[in-house]
């Protein structure tokens, strides 16, 4: 009987001990910064007890973080998410904790650096961009995906002080954006005038030269090399230097429409001349029409050098 009487009070004095190996002990931590888009029991709190439990438990997400504000996180609100899943299983849950994410600095640097990186992108020329003005550091929330910097220009000029808005992406979303303001400068070699060319000169392969320049709103558009410049000529004086654009030349004719020109007709060994009113615009090579002054009829000929015309070519 007295053997009895010791067992149950032994079992009376162990039952807490063993109640308690099954359950969980919860001791919320002040404060947590996380890394990522939600925060679970297991990242703002201690857990201790059954192992099977915490494992399970730890797991339950408290709050979702889209942003970096803080969020407080509660010794009830904990009780009702772990009730939900283990009914009866805390043994203690103490404290409250403050969680928020954690933040990752994009530095002012990196930022003016993707706008510069933009900026030389165009491999048609030189490029030199500087650092005018820049909105700073961003902070946008931190995860375990990588970020990119994402820099388009603002104005179409190719040159001059240009802003770029410049985009911190994760994936397909925009965490963050900031203006950064560049001076940019692009360089390129063009072919110029190699000296002063007048008016009406045919333009040849020593009248045109290379230079580097400053790309403006004119040189970006001259041609790099004389080729396709030579046979040209010039539309007014050209002082030397100036990029050898398009609308400072014109194609070279050799017959202009409207104007008096000779018409050669060649039959066994015998040339007659004749002349003729050219009905259109053409160099040597080129078939025009032609009105004969004799009797007002057309005819077709090829321009066979400048203000001749052949009719039996």
């Given amino acids: 009987m007295v053997v009895r009487a010791a067992f149950l009070l032994l079992a009376l004095a162990l039952a807490p001990v063993l109640c308690c190996a099954e359950g969980v002990r919860i001791a919320l931590r002040s404060h947590v910064e996380v890394q990522g888009a939600i925060a679970t029991l297991g990242d703002v709190a201690q857990l201790e007890g059954d192992e099977q439990l915490v494992a399970r438990v730890s797991t339950l997400t408290l709050v979702e973080l889209t942003d970096l504000a ?3 996180i509660s010794a009830a609100q904990v009780r009702t998410a772990v009730l939900a899943v283990a009914p009866g299983r ?46 700073g550091a961003l902070t946008v929330p931190d995860d375990a995906q990588g970020i990119r910097l994402v820099a388009d220009a603002l104005d179409n000029r190719v040159s001059g002080e240009i802003p770029y808005r410049v985009r911190v992406m994760r994936g397909e979303v925009e965490l963050g954006r900031t203006l950064v303001t560049l001076s940019v400068v692009r360089y390129r070699s063009v072919a110029v005038a190699a000296h002063v060319i007048h008016q009406g000169d045919v333009i040849a392969a020593a009248d045109v030269r290379s230079m580097r320049v400053a790309v403006d709103a004119v040189s970006r558009y001259a041609p790099g090399e004389a080729d396709g410049l030579v046979g040209q000529s010039a539309r007014g004086d050209i002082a030397e230097g ?9 194609p070279h004719l050799d017959v202009h429409g409207g104007a008096s020109v000779s018409l050669v007709y ?13 009905l259109g615009d053409g160099k040597v090579g080129d078939v025009i029409s032609v009105r004969r002054s004799i009797d007002g009829q057309l005819v077709k000929g090829r321009i066979s050098a400048p203000g001749e015309v052949r009719v039996n070519y």
């Fill in 70 to 72: 803080q969020h407080r």
């Fill in 90 to 135: 805390i043994q203690s849950l103490t404290g409250e904790c403050l969680v928020s994410r954690r933040a990752l600095v994009v530095s002012a640097a990196e930022l003016v650096s993707a706008a510069i990186a933009a900026a030389s992108a165009d491999t048609a020329s030189e490029t030199q961009a500087t650092r005018l003005r820049d909105g």
């Fill in 242 to 250: 100036t990029p050898l654009v398009g609308g400072l030349l014109k």
């Fill in 266 to 278: 060649v039959s066994t060994g015998i040339e007659v001349t004749a002349s003729g009113e050219a």
